[in-house]
T-cell receptor, first 114, second 114 residues
């Protein structure tokens, strides 16, 4: 596709439920990033993939959060037992190479936990 | 750990005024530096980037930024702002010598009075 695509664009879920957020990166991009952005804040790093492997998952807040990228393209961010504090915009970005290039961002998924 | 500080949370200017947004980072090694912009309702877009070479970099829409290594700064400038520059501006950094996550500042909201 022309850009990074994230689905769904909006997700409302009840506290305690499980959610999956999907990211389709730009074709051929090897690096993929997940960020979380709360109102009035900058993007907060969650996890970064190089190919299929998670090169850095130091930003995942706890073990309720998990992300996969099984074929080195599409990635899914999974959140178990959602809490109201998980409400935020979840951003995905990709880059052709992690070294010396910028990241291209999607529109994000707005997650609301009620 | 790397961090990015943007000291101006909200800046209000009149059209044609000059702009300078501050950005300081903490990391002692080689860095890549970015400024991203988020217009209302849109996704994050790259404004400009510094990887190496001339420390004065020019970006889109008349923006420029200067990397001052001794001050760990990468301030964004524009000589004459327009109403259409109203947006949120984010400074970001990652390690320049190896593949790594991109860390963002908390952002500066710029409001331009027509």
């Amino acid at each position: 596709g022309a850009g990074v695509s994230q689905t769904p664009s909006n997700k409302v879920t009840e506290k305690g439920k499980y959610v999956e957020l999907r990211c389709d990166p730009i074709s051929g991009h090897t690096a993929l990033y997940w960020y979380r952005q709360s109102l009035g804040q900058g993007p907060e790093f969650l996890i970064y993939f190089q190919g299929t492997g998670a090169a850095d998952d130091s930003g995942l807040p706890n073990d309720r959060f998990f992300a996969v990228r099984p074929e080195g393209s599409v990635s899914t961010l999974k959140i178990q037992r959602t809490e109201r504090g998980d409400s935020a915009v979840y951003l995905c970005a990709s880059s052709p190479s992690p070294l010396g290039t910028e990241a291209f961002f999607g529109q994000g998924t707005r997650l609301t936990v009620v | 750990a790397q961090s990015v500080s943007q000291h101006n949370h909200h800046v209000i200017l009149s059209e044609a005024a000059s702009l300078e947004l501050g950005c300081n980072y903490s990391y002692g090694g080689t860095v890549n530096l970015f400024w991203y912009v988020q217009y209302p309702g849109q996704h994050l877009q790259l404004l400009l980037k510094y990887f190496s070479g001339d420390p004065l970099v020019k970006g889109i829409k008349g923006f420029e930024a200067e990397f001052i290594k001794s001050k760990f700064s990468f301030n964004l400038r524009k000589p004459s702002v327009q109403w259409s520059d109203t947006a949120e501006y984010f400074c970001a950094v990652n390690e320049g010598s190896s593949a790594s996550k991109i860390i963002f500042g908390s952002g500066t909201r710029l409001s331009i009075r027509p």
